[in-house]
């Protein structure tokens, strides 16, 4: 069996940071994993190098549940993004080698193809209704079956989800964070307009979704998703903030809209009582951030028992290791709902060559062994890390909310 010789951790900035851990074997085999954390990179990259790296010398690669076992309880401090990131790309980087040293693509481990491919979302964005429409149809003649629709609100500088560049978006910018300022009341005006819009151009064969983004209370969520019911949205995305999971009972005494949430989970502990009691309609829990392969695939056991799907996050802070592992466990899972697809830069796609490929609203992680992903080190060492932050969000009094 491969016993794995060594765990290097590689920090690369091909426009944004990302994380990528690469262990290797005694059979020249080697797998990668993404454990990029979003603001907070080298809070992973140092927990893999200082206090991961030196406990997996010397251990068979195969063993991937009792590896994930011993870094999950042997670390005392359980669970939190930092940990689960670790693990999560450990976990994927195993997969991968088990992949291929069997000369299989991992979804053939997972228990094979449950689907022909993964649905995904693309993410249509404006300064303002008009032009998040404009950028929707675009998405249209790309052939996406789904698309997700943010746009900016009159009266507020910014908000989320806008970037105001064509195809692309991200959020983690300067040395220290940027500050916006929030209205509810401005943001509950215009969500509506932009969904009547959106389906009187963009017709009802189009899953339309929107991401609040944690930025309503719980009544308010319930306002906006009754708001929302006559536009028949696929989901409305991180209502409410979802520490306290029993906010979303509120929600549902108040609307039929369909809910996601859990992008920032990182373990089944963050959704067991959300699937439990039916809260949510699709976990947005991610390879990366909710402990790999291993732990997705029982948190998404636990909701198929209670009709929860899969709508994995898939933004561009997630590495495209993070988009191949995630189309593995989706094309397998029998609960898949869809997949979040933000399109990488040029830049990042160099660096992280890759098999899965677009085709009609659909994605297929390709058949090459193990996840279909690389990392091209020589290439990587060219883009220096530096430190960006996402922004934080105040309301117009000043008072600090949730961005
Ligand atoms: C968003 C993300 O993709 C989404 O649904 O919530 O863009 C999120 O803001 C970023 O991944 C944070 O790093
Ligand atoms: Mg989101």
Redesign the pocket.
Known sequence: MPRITSVRVIVTRPGRNFVTVKIETDEGIYGIGDATL??RELAVASYLTDHVAPVLIGRDAHRIEDIWQYLYKGAYWRRGPVTMSAIAAIDMALWDIKGKVAGLPVYQLLGGASRDGCMVYGHANGSDVSETIERAQEYLEKGYKAVRLQSGVPGLKST??VSGERFY?E??KGSLPEESFWSTSKYMRLVPELFQRGRDALGWDIHLLH?V?HRLTPIEAGRLGKDLEPYRLFWL??ATPAENQEAFRLIRQHTTTPLAVG?IFNSIWDAKQLIEEQLIDYIRATVVHAGGITHLRRIAALADLYQVRTGC???T??SPVTMAAALHFGLSVPNFGIQ?Y?VHTEETDAVFPHAYRFDQGLMHPGDAPGLGVDIDETLAAKYEYSRAY?PVNRLEDGTMFNW
């Open positions: 979003n603001g989320y989800g978006y959020p983690a991401d983004h995305e991180d992008e996050h898939g933004a802070d997630l979040e933000m996402l």
